[in-house]
């Protein structure tokens, strides 16, 4: 009977990622605001009047499948978008 060995598991990585905090403008005045991974938002660019103003997007994703024939159809555009402003 022969036992096979193998590396020692690492246990899971219950490491939370930092969190990604990226430059903006508040009112004109610099700071950085914790951005979720998809966002693609210029925050600096946006300069919005208050922090609660911020808006998190990501770019536009299409869904498209084809139709017989070949041609392309698009099915969905969408976009994520958050923020405390959001109801
Ligand atoms: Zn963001």
Redesign the pocket.
């Known amino acids: 009977m022969s036992v096979a060995t193998s590396a020692p598991i690492a246990p899971e990585a219950s490491v939370t990622p930092p969190p990604r905090l ?1 430059p ?1 403008l508040v009112n004109g005045s610099p700071c950085y ?4 991974p998809w ?3 210029d ?1 600096v660019a946006a300069n919005e009047r208050h922090l609660e103003d ?4 990501s770019g536009a994703v299409d869904l498209v499948a084809p139709r017989q024939g070949g041609a392309a159809h698009l099915l969905l555009l969408t976009r994520l978008i958050a923020g405390s402003g959001l109801r």
């Not at 605001?33 to 979720?36: L, T």
């Not at 911020?54 to 997007?57: A, E, M, Q, R, S």
Request: hydrophobic share 20%.
């Open positions: 990226r903006a605001v914790e951005c979720p966002c693609s938002e925050h911020v808006c998190h997007t």
